[in-house]
């Protein structure tokens, strides 16, 4: 990671002890709301100052346009290209091709998961892998939180609570199951939120609020073990633990999203990179 990208991120987490809102007595949902406004509005920051340096636009506004617009233009959130562009490497200097020579290979299949692989798109995909997700584990609640900038941010739910989702939006430390299965890249039950010490007190008091009393914390893994992200089912009542079936089936599902997601960032994604590359270079003009 970027090292100005670090402490760009870094200034945004010290300044959450004390936002705004807190001092003014606002109440504590304002306080997350203001929380999620600034760690997502960190990283297209940085990419909006990368291009803006990169290519020598004339202002900053014209840079966030270029950013916008591939966005929609390849169907790529905003968020993902902007961590995209931050963390790969730049195109050659001089170069009018970012990517030259680039294999684009087919998609994975994804079988079970009624969506065509070579037309499926991101969101979709992980639509359909949560509503397996929570057929297997038998439930009606859970979430797809996705890793980004050294954070897991919140990308897909079901059945959970505004506060729930707020309060989750962003993950950074180690005391959720969501975050301990990223860590450990393995499943993590627990089997009883109340009296779990996999949680601080405001996690758990948020889990149990959203009518969640157990939950299941799937890793999503690359092909080569990068962590992708993770897939959480949440449930009603204590469970005594998944099944052998259950498992190895919510194994194989990861497995399956996440060869996706990698065959995703690595074709689709760069795709849009050498888009915003183009386009860049020629609002640039001559040098």
């Not at 202002?59 to 959130?77: C, G, H, I, M, W």
């Not at 639509?127 to 980004?148: D, H, K």
Request: net charge neutral.
């Amino acid at each position: 990671m970027h090292q100005e990208h670090v402490n760009l991120v870094d200034s945004v987490r010290e300044g959450l002890a004390d936002p705004p809102s807190a001092a003014a007595g606002g109440s504590v949902q304002r306080d997350l709301a203001w929380r999620n406004r600034q760690l997502a509005h960190a990283g297209v920051a940085h990419a909006q100052r990368l291009v803006l340096d990169r290519y020598r636009l004339e202002d900053p506004r014209a840079a966030f346009e270029l950013l916008r617009e591939t966005s929609q233009r390849y169907n790529v959130k905003l968020h993902i290209l902007a961590d995209a562009l931050v963390h790969v490497p730049g195109p050659p200097s001089g170069s009018r091709s970012w990517f030259p020579r680039r294999p684009l290979p087919a998609p994975p299949s994804v079988p079970g998961l009624g969506a065509d692989s070579s037309r499926a798109q991101h969101g979709a995909v992980l639509n359909a892998a949560l509503r397996r997700a929570l057929e297997i584990a038998q439930t009606s609640m859970g979430n797809v939180p996705l890793a980004e900038n050294g954070l897991l941010r919140l990308e897909k739910h079901v059945g959970l609570s505004r506060e729930f989702t707020d309060f989750f939006a962003f993950v950074e430390h180690s005391t959720t199951a969501c975050a301990q299965a990223a860590e450990n890249r393995r499943q993590i039950t627990v089997k009883d939120v109340a009296v779990s010490d996999a949680f601080d007190e405001g996690s758990r008091a948020t889990i149990l609020e959203a009518g969640s009393r157990a939950c299941h914390s799937i890793p999503l893994l690359s092909p080569k073990g990068t962590v992708l992200g993770v897939m959480s089912t949440h449930h009603e009542r204590p469970l005594n633990g998944l099944t052998d079936a259950q498992l190895a089936a919510l194994d194989d599902l990861a497995s399956t999203v996440g060869r996706w997601l990698i065959w995703h960032r690595h074709t689709v994604v760069l795709t849009a990179l050498e888009g915003l590359h183009v386009t860049a270079l020629h609002a640039a003009g001559p040098r």
